[in-house]
């Protein structure tokens, strides 16, 4: 079984992702800003452990690879994120650019900071995967103007993964990206399409087919390949 290590874990899509790989029998490190809050990922069965950590922190996720220094990781899957701010101040005319600047620093750096605080951990494993969970508003191809620093934070950290997995490939580290759909949580609201269930399992699978040939793939959900 694989150790694998989840941020934004405590709801939506990363709490559903924690619960299918412990039930499945792997070993998951549930990472979330405040543990003692996440009383729904506390209450989730299996070999769970659950750690504090604010990708958009520097001695936050830098602190987290000291407390895991020695422990392999086999799969790394970067969900925490944010929406930025309000979406009546993410138009081209009203732009929020401190709040800009704060999408920027968690849905862009925050998984920069996490791979390369996790370096060690990943390079431990036999063929470690890691997996960012991104957006189609983040895609050139996606050509509607809509939530301008969500949208921009995303294609940013889009071409991160992909010049990473040119990088990380020679190392047998394959990086994916993958756009989980709309789904019903805090960000894509109650009238989205997916569950975070069914979002979560699609993901899975798109994880489970990475691999050394599909290093620097992005994908939908569904395991359909995503325009960039």
Not at 20 to 40: F, H, T, W
Not at 122 to 129: E, I, N, P, Y
Not at 176 to 205: F, K, N
């Amino acid at each position: 079984m694989a150790t694998v290590l989840i941020t934004g874990a405590n709801k939506g899509i990363g709490l559903q992702l924690t619960r299918l790989y412990s039930e499945a029998g792997n070993k998951v490190i549930a990472c979330c800003r405040n543990p003692d809050a996440a009383d729904d990922l506390k209450a989730l069965e299996g070999d769970i452990e659950v750690k504090c950590v604010d990708v958009g922190d520097d001695p936050s996720v830098a602190a987290l690879g000291n407390d895991l220094e020695g422990v392999t990781v086999d799969i790394l899957i970067n969900n925490a994120g944010t929406v930025g701010p309000a979406m009546d101040q993410q138009t081209l005319t009203t732009l929020d650019t401190s709040g800009w600047l704060d999408a920027f620093n968690v849905n862009s750096i925050g998984p920069v900071r996490v791979i390369q605080a996790l370096l060690p951990n990943l390079r431990a494993s036999d063929g470690a995967k890691i997996m960012t969970v991104t957006s189609q508003y983040g895609a050139m191809s996606f050509d509607m103007p809509a939530v301008y620093a969500y949208s921009t934070s995303k294609a940013a950290v889009n071409k991160f993964m992909k010049m990473a997995a040119i990088e990380l490939g020679k190392e047998d580290i394959a990086v994916g990206l993958v756009h989980p759909g709309w789904v019903q949580t805090d960000m894509g609201g109650p009238q989205a399409d997916l569950t975070a269930t069914e979002s979560a399992t699609g993901i899975v699978g798109v994880i489970e087919k990475l691999s050394g040939d599909s290093n620097g793939g992005f994908w939908k959900w569904n395991g359909e390949e995503h325009a960039w």
